[in-house]
């Protein structure tokens, strides 16, 4: 079964940036979705964005459009949630994921923690 490693998380500044990575343990197969969720302190997992594996079509939460930037490396098995102006309130644990179907939550990392401070 695959695994998910997150790294990139951490403390940073209001209109910061900080750059999440996912690397996978295998391939995946150009159907695959990856994807970022998170959680904020006291509240429920909520979708962040998703990449499709064969055609790079990616997914946005509104709260995050214009602000986050996903990306995938094939070659790398790796998805990457690249996040500028960053606001207090996207302070939570994000979550990697991937799966065959939407949303994409077969598998899930063990997530990282991503603090804004004002």
């Known amino acids: 079964q695959v695994q998910l490693a997150e790294s990139g998380g951490g403390l940073v500044q209001t209109g910061g940036s900080l750059r999440l990575s996912c690397t996978a343990s295998?391939?995946?197969?150009?159907?695959?979705?990856m994807g970022w969720f998170r959680q904020p302190p006291g509240k429920e997992r909520e979708f962040v964005a998703a990449?499709?594996?064969?055609?790079?079509?990616?997914t946005y939460a509104d709260s995050v459009k214009g602000r986050f930037t996903i990306s995938r490396d094939r070659t790398k098995n790796t998805a990457y949630l690249q996040m500028d102006s960053l606001k207090p309130e996207d302070t939570a644990v994000y979550y990697c994921t991937c799966g065959s179907t939407w949303p994409p939550q077969t598998t899930w990392g063990q997530g990282v923690q991503v603090t804004v401070s004002s």
């Open positions: 990449v499709r594996q064969g055609t790079g079509g990616t």
């Open positions: 295998e391939r995946l197969y150009s159907s695959y979705i």
